[in-house]
């Protein structure tokens, strides 16, 4: 296999994202209504499984107690322009593709200036180290769990595959996201003692809605799906799951909040402050019942409301107590990245990751006492 196939095809594209810095940051100003002591932060943000937590402690005003103003920034899969989220649940709830944007997008807004730290997932993250940019990952935030994986692969409905054979010369397909997704379907087919270069056909990159749509019509055969996306199609009988992600450590999947090392060099009391909301709402979400935490109150529409669920031994992204970023499941990670063309060449992930924030907080909230 070449190893730049993938590279020249996007990792050439995030670069050159990152290059056009003369573009005009498009979000909405950030409503000056807080107290004068506050800061401002701006926070990229992709509205998913691994960091809706965040939106969670966003709309409980977790950060507006620990006295930071912090503007979660996101945009829709299609929409050129970023915006702030909005608090009010009602006004993005029947948004489709709310808030599906890239980490590489991301990163290259915080690059260029126009906000301050992201949720990203590792191996946009890794992308970003590889490519020595000067972000530094604080926080892990969800996660894959190994007993409750919230990824499969899917087939569609009339595609019966009961061996690994049976898989030969069938599309798969992966949705638009980093490079974890296609790293994760590349190593199920090896897993299953296939080439992913010789016995199927890959389509990396579908967006989301596309990629539900060449199911339904059976265009392609099958995908790696999230868990919230194949809980649909499932249960309309229109696919069925074959494998539920055991094929590496799930826990690879995880997001990961980031900062612009500048920005934590200027601002380490604000950077502390944000982990104090997020280790303070990890905590009263791992103290709820747990018929609190699979309640949905958002009456089905499943937008981040929803903490936990179970679907065929399925469940969604958790978050760790004390949430530190594990350094050698992301070098694990980055070695699938580089084993499967996606990077040139490894980083020390150690100078890109600083634990010391949750480090800190976690000590001196004395947790073991902390309600």
Not at 85 to 90: A, D, G, I, P, R
Not at 131 to 146: F, N, Q, S, T
Not at 161 to 181: E, F, H
Not at 244 to 249: A, E, I, L, P, T
Request: with cysteine; hydrophobic share 40%.
């Amino acid at each position: 296999m070449n190893p730049n196939r993938h590279i020249n095809s996007r990792f050439s594209k995030f670069i050159l994202l990152l290059l056009t810095v003369s573009f005009v940051f498009s979000c909405a100003p950030i409503p000056n209504n807080h107290k004068e002591d506050t800061q401002d932060i701006r926070i990229g943000y992709f509205h998913g499984g691994r960091t809706t937590i965040l939106y969670r402690a966003y709309l409980d005003n977790y950060f507006e107690n620990e006295y930071i103003n912090v503007s979660l920034v996101t945009k829709s899969l299609y929409d050129a322009n970023f915006h702030i989220v909005s608090k009010n649940f009602e006004e993005i709830k029947s948004v489709h593709n709310y808030g599906k944007v890239t980490g590489g997008e991301l990163i290259g807004e915080i690059i260029k200036g126009n906000i301050d730290g992201a949720t990203v997932g590792e191996s946009s993250f890794i992308d970003a180290a590889a490519a020595g940019l000067p972000i530094v990952a604080v926080a892990e935030l969800g996660h894959d769990v190994k007993e409750q994986p919230g990824h499969a692969i899917i087939f569609i409905k009339g595609v019966q595959v009961r061996t690994p054979s049976d898989i030969r010369g069938k599309i798969l397909a992966t949705r638009r996201s980093g490079d974890g997704d296609d790293v994760f379907l590349r190593e199920f087919l090896v897993s299953e003692g296939l080439d992913p270069e010789k016995d199927v056909k890959i389509i990396d990159d579908v967006p989301e809605d596309k990629l539900n749509e060449v199911i339904k019509k059976g265009e392609i055969d099958g995908a790696f799906y999230h868990l919230m996306a194949l809980r649909r199609l499932v249960e309309k009988n229109q696919a069925y799951i074959y494998r539920k992600m055991d094929w590496v450590n799930p826990e690879l999947s995880q997001a990961v909040l980031v900062f612009r090392k500048d920005f934590v060099e200027k601002n380490s009391e604000a950077v502390k402050k944000v982990i104090m909301a997020y280790i303070k709402r990890i905590e009263y979400e791992h103290n709820l019942p747990l018929e609190e935490r699979r309640r949905d109150p958002s009456g089905g529409l499943r937008k981040g409301l929803e903490m936990e669920t179970d679907f065929y031994g399925m469940n969604l992204p958790q978050y760790d107590q004390p949430p530190l970023l594990n350094v050698t499941l992301l070098n694990q990670m980055q070695e699938l990245l580089l084993k499967h063309g996606f990077i040139k060449s490894k980083a020390d992930l150690n100078k890109f990751v600083n634990n010391s924030f949750v480090d800190s907080v976690y000590k001196e909230l004395k947790l073991s006492n902390f309600k």
